[in-house]
């Protein structure tokens, strides 16, 4: 009986580690902020762009059009924002340009 108890707890503790992982967010240490891409998509017209919703110590920006090529990000009403060296938009076309 102790044997099955065992096995269903290690059963179960590996299905929420499954779980936990699919919906983890990707995250990184930048200039002593916690960074995590929360939702991406890559642009189908125009392959350099992604749409991207980061979350910067836990405040959720509202999705960015990041431009890879031209080093830039546009924010919903349309300002255009340069790249930060070692920042967010670097992050995203690093990982994601690979």
Not at 3 to 18: A, F, R, T
Not at 66 to 91: A, N, W
Request: glycine residues 6%; charged residues 25%.
């Amino acid at each position: 009986m102790l044997k099955i108890i065992v096995i269903l707890g290690l059963i179960c503790v590996s299905w929420s580690m499954i779980i936990s992982s699919a919906q983890a967010e990707f995250c990184r240490q930048i200039k002593g902020h916690q960074v995590c891409l929360v939702k991406i998509k890559r642009s189908a017209k125009n392959y350099w762009e992604y749409r991207a919703s980061v979350k910067i110590d836990q405040e959720i920006r509202p999705i960015e059009i990041y431009d890879c090529r031209q080093r830039h990000r546009m924010t919903q009403e349309g300002d255009i924002i340069p790249f930060k060296s070692d920042g967010v938009g670097q992050l995203i076309c690093r990982v994601l340009n690979k």
